[in-house]
Structures are given as C-alpha cells and as structure tokens.
T-cell receptor, first 115, second 117 residues
Framework: KAGVTQTPRYLIKTRGQQVTLSCSPISGHRSVSWYQQTPGQGLQFLFEYFSETQRNKGNFPGRFSGRQFSNSRSEMNVSTLELGDSALYLC??????????????FGPGTRLTVT | AQTVTQSQPEMSVQEAETVTLSCTYDTSESNYYLFWYKQPPSRQMILVIR??????QNATENRFSVNFQKAAKSFSLKISDSQLGDTAMYFCAFMTPATGANSKLTFGKGITLSVRP
C-alpha cells in the first residue's frame, strides 16, 4: 500500500496570506489527523477528521481549519498567516486497532515558512 | 489531561551497543496505548513499537523492545545492536482508546539519539 502523502512538501508564504495543505491517507484509512511540529512547542495536535466530520480538535485559534472529502483526503487551511505559524505540518492516517484506539502513520510533512 | 515526559534531550551511543531511552507519563486512565516514534533527519515519522496497557508482556520488534512499568507509569525503549541508521529523534506518545473522539496522540518533547561509528 502507498503511504501517507502530503503536498506540497515545502511552502513559503508572507504574513497575512492564507495557505492550504493537502493530505492523502493510506487506502482504507478513514481517519486523518493533523499535527504542528515546532522546535519550541514540539508536536501539537491540531484536529482529526473521520468520515468527513471533525471529531476532535486541539487548542489552536480559529485561523486553523480543515476538512475531509468523501475519498478521505483532507486539507487544512491557515488564514492570516503569522510568523509563528512557521512549522512542519504533519498528517497522520489512522488504522483501527482490534482492542479499540488507533495506530497512526505519518506523512513526510509540509514545511511552511512564513516571512 | 495526559502528559508525556522525556527528560533526556540528547543521548549518544556507540555503534553495536545497547541504549535505553526513557519516558514517563501521567494519566488517570486504566486502558491506553503507548508508542515510540522515530523521526530521522529526513523528517518522516516512523512508528517503531506499540504497547497496550492491558498487556503485561513487553512489546518487541526486532532490535527494539520496551520496558513497560504500568504502576510506575514508565515506558522506556531499548535499542539493541545500535546501527548508524538509528540516528534520529525519538518520540514517546500516548493515546486513550476509549472513544473515537480521543484518537489524538500526546507526544513527549523527544530525545535526539546519535549513533557513533
């Protein structure tokens, strides 16, 4: 099976602009989660989508939003970009475990730089 | 809220030797999963090993094994016969399987492991 793919891999934007990142999960996986990784804050959970519905949300401002399509592909959008949004954005595709819970597989990430 | 602590920011080991990476966590849940992820310099996060809290037996995956101490809330990763390709940042992570709404991973800050030739 193909792994999790994320596009684009690198992005440079200017403060105030908006950006859309895309994630295609592993075939058959219905849950997609997004994480932000920065040197200072580490890995922080943004949100999770399952069957086109946002099921869980982290503690990020409303400028961060996402959606999921019927084919399980997901996009996240960041509006009014700030310098502090510079980060590696990771998408994870989830496999359900027999005893409940999920095992997450990560994509290569999108490196966003805001100038 | 669950927390995951990795107190060692960096470690170094000689090739072919064994190294243990430490992780502690805090939760009031009785059923949960613990994971170790590896993130090499290329940045692709890779799942190394998983441990279910209800299982007493420690998980093993080839050269990787864990020491899970539920009462102490400790979850360490042992890497045997270290290889240069093991050089990476290692993250300990926690997840509760109670409901689908709790399917997020809580990560520690990570440990940078360097394997010396």
């Amino acid at each position: 099976k193909a792994g999790v793919t994320q596009t684009p891999r690198y992005l440079i934007k200017t403060r105030g602009q908006q950006v859309t990142l895309s994630c295609s999960p592993i075939s058959g996986h219905r849950s997609v989660s997004w994480y932000q990784q920065t040197p200072g804050q580490g890995l922080q959970f943004l949100f999770e989508y399952f069957s086109e519905t946002q099921r869980n949300k982290g503690n990020f401002p409303g400028r961060f939003s996402g959606r999921q399509f019927s084919n399980s592909r997901s996009e996240m959008n960041v509006s009014t970009l700030e310098l502090g949004d510079s980060a590696l954005y990771l998408c994870a595709s989830s496999r359900t475990l027999l005893a409940g819970g999920y095992e997450q597989y990560f994509g290569p990430g999108t490196r966003l730089t805001v100038t | 809220a669950q927390t995951v602590t990795q107190s060692q920011p960096e470690m170094s080991v000689q090739e072919a030797e064994t190294v243990t990476l430490s992780c502690t966590y805090d939760t009031s849940e009785s059923n949960y999963y613990l994971f170790w992820y590896k993130q090499p310099p290329s940045r692709q996060m890779i799942l190394v090993i998983r441990q279910e809290a209800y299982k007493q037996q420690n998980a093993t995956e080839n050269r990787f094994s864990v020491n899970f101490q539920k009462a102490a809330k400790s979850f360490s990763l042992k890497i045997s016969d270290s290889q240069l390709g093991d050089t990476a940042m290692y993250f300990c992570a926690f997840m509760t399987p109670a409901t689908g709404a709790n399917s997020k991973l809580t990560f520690g800050k990570g440990i940078t492991l360097s394997v010396r030739p």
